[in-house]
């Protein structure tokens, strides 16, 4: 039996029941925008965790990373070193195992 592991939903992700939101950041600390400005709009504390990890060089492309507080779990994904710079494909690539495991690997 073939079980279907992806499902394309159109809408407002923010209205969504999903325990866990993805968003797409860098590895520089801006959240300037598109999906990313939004998420930093919503989520200010999430928003100076990511920033504060920047800062530290914690952030590394292709290592996703969780933040939530006691409403949401925001998966941080780095797909670009730089804000100003294109996404890699290796680094995506190297982060996609990482986003179907186990959340408590990623606290």
Do not use: H
């Amino acid at each position: 039996m073939e079980v279907n592991v992806v499902t394309f939903v159109k809408g407002d992700m923010f209205k969504s029941p999903a325990q866990v939101l993805t968003n797409t950041v860098n590895c520089v600390g801006v959240m300037g925008a598109g999906v990313a400005l939004e998420f930093k709009n919503r989520y200010p504390m999430m928003f100076e965790d990511y920033k504060a990890k920047c800062d530290q060089g914690a952030v590394k492309p292709g290592q996703p990373y969780l933040w939530e507080d006691d409403t949401k779990q925001i998966l941080n994904f780095p797909t670009k070193r730089d804000w100003r710079s294109d996404s890699v494909f290796q680094d995506i690539e190297r982060g996609m195992p990482i986003t179907s495991c186990d959340f408590n690997y990623l606290r």
